[in-house]
């Protein structure tokens, strides 16, 4: 059975960092792009970041740009987002999820194997 866990998250003030983590089991992704995504309450759900295979090229919502970094290590089968500058509006639900369709990497419907998520919350 597939099951991606994500941990790391929590409770911080602006301008702290949380590194979250992605780890899969059940079957490997070395080959698959992964991606992050967040879901505020009453919000749909919004692309965050996403990774090649390799890990040598990487997409951004740029709202993170500059303050998130995504990275893998395959043979952990994990995925991370480094989080810094957090920000107020960071505050959601975090998952990570497998890209298994070509098309918009930034599309969750492209998509599959998603996380149950972990929450980030941002004071200010």
């Known amino acids: 059975q597939v099951q991606l866990v994500e941990s790391g998250g929590g409770l911080v003030q602006a301008g702290d960092s949380l590194r979250l983590s992605c780890v899969a089991s059940?079957?490997?992704?070395?080959?698959?792009?992964m991606g992050w995504f967040r879901q505020a309450p009453g919000q749909e759900r919004e692309f965050v970041a996403a990774?090649?295979?390799?890990?040598?090229?990487?997409d951004y919502t740029s709202s993170v740009n500059g303050r998130f970094t995504i990275s893998r290590d395959n043979a952990k089968n994990t995925v991370y987002l480094q989080m810094d500058s957090l920000k107020p509006e960071d505050t959601a639900v975090y998952y990570c999820?497998?890209?298994?369709?070509?098309?918009?990497?930034?599309?969750?419907?492209?998509?599959?194997?998603w996380g149950q998520g972990t929450q980030v919350t941002v004071s200010s």
């Open positions: 999820a497998v890209r298994v369709r070509i098309g918009l990497r930034s599309s969750p419907n492209n998509y599959n194997y």
């Open positions: 059940g079957r490997t992704f070395s080959t698959n792009d």
């Open positions: 990774i090649n295979w390799s890990g040598g090229n990487t």
